[in-house]
């Protein structure tokens, strides 16, 4: 059989579709088969390049269909450089010590290198602002950091500048709060308004057997189930013309748990997700429609989650001393909050 592309230098990696697979577009399911080594787009380019076969015979369709019993077979890339590398990338430094730099992440910024963000990571601009007192802290790959934030998400971030700093830090993000005096709080802007203005959600959340980059509320008896909990506060209601439901709300969530998308996947769970999130407020998108100019194409245009870390408490990690940071909304969440204030004014 003809090689693909990359074929005659590769790993060749082999998986069988179960009945669960059936009916799932071809780079979805494989993303799941082998995440976290590579992502969605990465499996898309990969099958575009003629490095997977279905079958035995070579296909170049991401949205192919899966079949139980089918047997797929992948061409892995050669691994990435271990290390990253320094980039000159503009920090908004909030603190900075010896022992701790506390940024303020944008959002579009990826926290640290990985499959399909090789380089223009947070991670790479740490490593050039700080220098070698990052080297093999929490590991080549994730030097320094003890928490992160999603992609899209902007906030708040403290990154560790050695070793003890690192332990310390991670000891009280493990820890949660139970026991510190660490606190960590969101801004989100949800569609509707939960039914009370303060709640508690807790869950156990797993990998989504739909789509295995997801997310997903699971049964507690669930192998990879892990307990999150997220506490919410009602911070501002947004009406519709009709003045009878609000259309959004802006909600402040407090983390008692960090698990992977926890705010995301909790507020969707109680049926109000968050504005713009494309994984789990989709279906909610036709939403907008109902909106008046120029707040329908401001909701429309907004191209990310609707969610800021806009608080960060923690224990200096070489004096204990209790330092607290906060952030405020970034223009292009401002602008949307800022849009939803004049329609409910004018109803």
Request: glycine share 8%; with cysteine.
């Amino acid at each position: 059989m003809t090689k693909g592309h990359n074929e005659a230098e590769a790993e060749l990696k082999a998986f069988t579709a179960d009945d669960d697979a059936a009916g799932a577009r071809l780079d979805q399911w494989l993303a799941g088969q082998t995440a976290p080594e590579l992502s969605r787009n990465r499996i898309k380019q990969l099958i575009e390049q003629g490095n997977v076969r279905l079958n035995g015979t070579r296909v170049t369709e991401p949205k192919r269909k899966v079949k139980s019993g089918d047997i797929v077979e992948i061409a892995m890339p050669e691994p990435e450089a271990p290390e990253p590398l320094a980039e000159d990338i503009p920090l908004s430094v909030l603190h900075e010590d010896d022992d701790v730099v506390v940024i303020d992440k944008p959002a579009g910024l990826v926290v640290h290198p990985g499959p399909g963000n090789p380089a223009g990571t947070l991670v790479n601009a740490l490593i050039a602002h700080c220098g070698d007192s990052l080297s093999g802290i929490g590991g080549v790959r994730r030097p320094g950091i003890v928490h992160r934030l999603d992609r899209d998400t902007s906030g708040v971030m403290v990154v560790a500048k050695n070793d003890r700093a690192h332990q310390a830090l991670s000891a009280q993000f493990a820890d949660h709060g139970r026991t510190t005096e660490m606190e960590r709080a969101y801004l989100a802007l949800v569609w509707g308004t939960p039914d009370r203005m303060t709640g508690k959600i807790e869950t156990f959340l797993g990998r989504s057997s739909r789509d295995r980059m997801k997310q997903a509320v699971v049964p507690e008896g669930r192998p990879d189930a892990r307990h999150a909990v997220t506490h919410f506060r009602v911070i501002e209601r947004f009406g519709d013309p009709s003045g009878a439901t609000p259309v959004a709300s802006l909600v402040e969530c407090r983390l008692e748990t960090g698990r992977t998308h926890q705010i995301r996947v909790h507020m969707a769970h109680i049926g109000h997700p968050l504005i713009g999130d494309q994984y789990y407020g989709k279906s909610f998108a036709t939403k907008a429609k109902v909106l008046p100019e120029p707040l329908r194409r401001s909701v429309e245009m907004f191209g990310r989650q609707a969610l800021h870390a806009a608080h960060l408490a923690f224990n200096h990690p070489a004096t204990g001393e209790l330092m607290r940071f906060e952030t405020p909304l970034p223009a292009d969440m401002m602008e949307l909050v800022a849009g939803f204030r004049r329609f409910h004014d004018r109803t």
